[in-house]
């Protein structure tokens, strides 16, 4: 009988009844509410209220201009260095012997046939099935590039030794600081333009300059020259494209490319 009063005894204390449940909640509430408002007096969002307004836009400004030199990288390879008869004369690499210069002869003597000077005419040898032919064309023209890559590619066909594998072209100029000036001009008069036609969209006015910054173009400059843009295609699908310069386009102009991206940033009154 005792034991089943002290269980009745604890039983009853751990149950209370409603009103005091509530009474509990009560006072635990306003403790909650406090250290809510500490909270975010402590941690205040000053930042974003005393950032100033601003807008940015981002402007881009291209200038062209002709080309003063062209460079030309023709690969060349073998045939057929090795095929079913190994130890033919007409071969022209056998086992680990180098592709040697004197093979591209013909081609460098078609080229000074039509005023290339042998001075721009330079071949690398870049392993024992094929070499670079490298073209440099001073003042160059549609025309004249054409004609370049044609006897280069009649050349090596009649050797009945040698192919065109690959074709690539890059342009460039002597002096770019005038044109990279232009382009920024250019770039800045976009961004300017943008501004106030945005500024006007969204009935804001513009206060001062706080930040510019000049963004890199992809793409440009090339790897023949600190200024201009790659210029090319393919030749042919088929051939991958020269790693020193772009792939040749027939239908490109020989000219200069600069691009150039400015950000500005504006304050809003």
């Not at 209370?16 to 500490?38: D, F, G, H, N, Y």
């Not at 290339?116 to 064309?137: G, I, N």
């Not at 006897?151 to 066909?157: C, H, L, P, S």
Request: hydrophobic share 45%; with cysteine.
């Amino acid at each position: 009988m005792k034991g089943i009063a002290i269980a009745a005894l604890f039983s009853s204390a751990f149950l209370l009844p409603p009103p005091q449940v509530k009474a509990i909640e009560l006072k635990a509430l306003p403790q909650l509410a406090v250290s809510t408002s500490i909270a975010q007096v402590a941690y205040p969002a000053t930042p974003l209220v005393n950032a100033p307004r601003n807008i940015t836009v981002l402007g881009q400004g291209q200038v062209t201009a002709p080309a003063d030199i062209a460079r030309l990288e023709i690969q060349v390879i073998t045939r057929n260095p090795f095929g079913a008869d190994a130890g033919a004369p007409n071969q022209l690499a056998v086992g680990n012997r180098p592709l040697q210069p004197a093979v591209l002869q013909p081609v460098v003597t078609a080229l000074q046939a039509i005023g290339v000077p042998a001075e721009a005419v330079t071949v690398q040898v870049t392993s024992s099935e094929s070499a670079d032919v490298v073209v440099l064309l001073e003042k160059p023209t549609r025309p004249r590039v054409q004609e370049v890559v044609l006897t280069v590619n009649n050349a090596a066909q009649k050797t009945n030794r040698l192919a065109v594998q690959s074709i690539g072209a890059e342009y460039a100029v002597k002096n770019c600081k005038p044109l990279e000036n232009a382009s920024r001009r250019a770039a800045l008069s976009d961004a300017q333009e943008r501004l106030r036609a945005l500024a006007t969209a969204v009935r804001v006015r513009l206060g001062a300059v706080l930040q510019i910054t000049e963004l890199p173009v992809l793409g440009s400059p090339s790897a023949f020259s600190k200024c201009g843009s790659k210029v090319g295609g393919p030749a042919n699908p088929l051939s991958p494209p020269s790693t020193g310069a772009p792939p040749y386009d027939p239908a490109a102009s020989t000219e200069v490319r600069v691009l150039s991206q400015i950000s500005i940033t504006y304050t809003i009154e």
